[in-house]
Antibody, heavy 126, light 107 residues
């Protein structure tokens, strides 16, 4: 069955970096666009970033643009999120999520998410 | 950026009752690309509805979505105990993707 498993979260000081990973199984990873979505404590959901199924294009929320980088390794069935220059307001559970449509239905900047990981906690605190 | 406003913030109902949740967009959602998710405490969200009215795989038919343009709704025809959760709408008709603030359905 489809599985997405995040890792790499932790407690870090402001200004530091982390690399989050999402290992997937149970589907053809290279056929799906992928996203990161985060949820601050007791808050709603916020879309963070998206990447095409072949890694050719990336998209970011304004709140993370220039600090976060999404990437993927289709040979390893793994999605990544490099998070740099962390701020207190980046504290959240970070979820990876799969676009419901194969090949993003033609536009990987737009998607809804049919499978999610369990999330990895990132806490930014001095 | 399309802002999604969900109402009410909290809905207090009993099992067997009907729930109607609203999601209003600040501008028209292209192609009615509106999805609904259910989230229970400590769990990841679960896709319920996409394209405003299409049920995702495995979603019971007591969940129904409707609406177009700027006004959308999620209806749960008869609440089951497992339906008490937070529900989010999401638009994917334009970038950036945005979510509503959520509606909590409580007993």
């Amino acid at each position: 069955q489809v599985q997405l498993v995040e890792s790499g979260g932790g407690v870090v000081q402001p200004g530091r970096s982390l690399r989050l990973s999402c290992a997937v199984s149970g589907f053809t990873f290279s056929s799906y666009g992928m996203h990161w979505v985060r949820q601050a404590p007791d808050k709603g959901l916020e879309w963070v970033a998206a990447i095409w199924y072949d890694g050719s294009n990336e998209y970011y929320a304004d709140s993370v643009k220039g600090r976060f980088t999404i990437s993927r390794d289709n040979s390893k069935n793994t999605l990544y999120l490099q998070v740099n220059s962390l701020r207190v307001e980046d504290t959240a559970v970070y979820y990876c999520a799969r676009d419901r449509r194969t090949y993003c239905g033609g536009d990987c900047s737009l998607g809804n998410f049919d499978h999610w990981g369990q999330g990895t906690q990132v806490t930014v605190s001095s | 950026e399309i802002v999604l406003t969900q109402s009410p913030g909290t809905l207090s109902l009993s099992p067997g009752e009907r729930a109607t949740l609203s999601c209003r967009a600040s501008q028209s959602v292209s192609s009615n690309y509106l999805a609904w998710y259910q989230q229970k405490p400590g769990q990841a969200p679960r896709l319920l509805i996409y394209g405003a009215s299409s049920r995702a795989t495995g979603v019971p038919d007591r969940f129904g979505g409707s609406g177009s343009g700027t006004d959308f709704s999620l209806t749960i025809s008869r609440l089951e105990p497992e339906d008490f959760a937070v529900y989010y709408c999401q638009q994917y008709g334009s970038s950036p993707l945005t979510f509503g603030g959520g509606t909590k359905v409580e007993i």
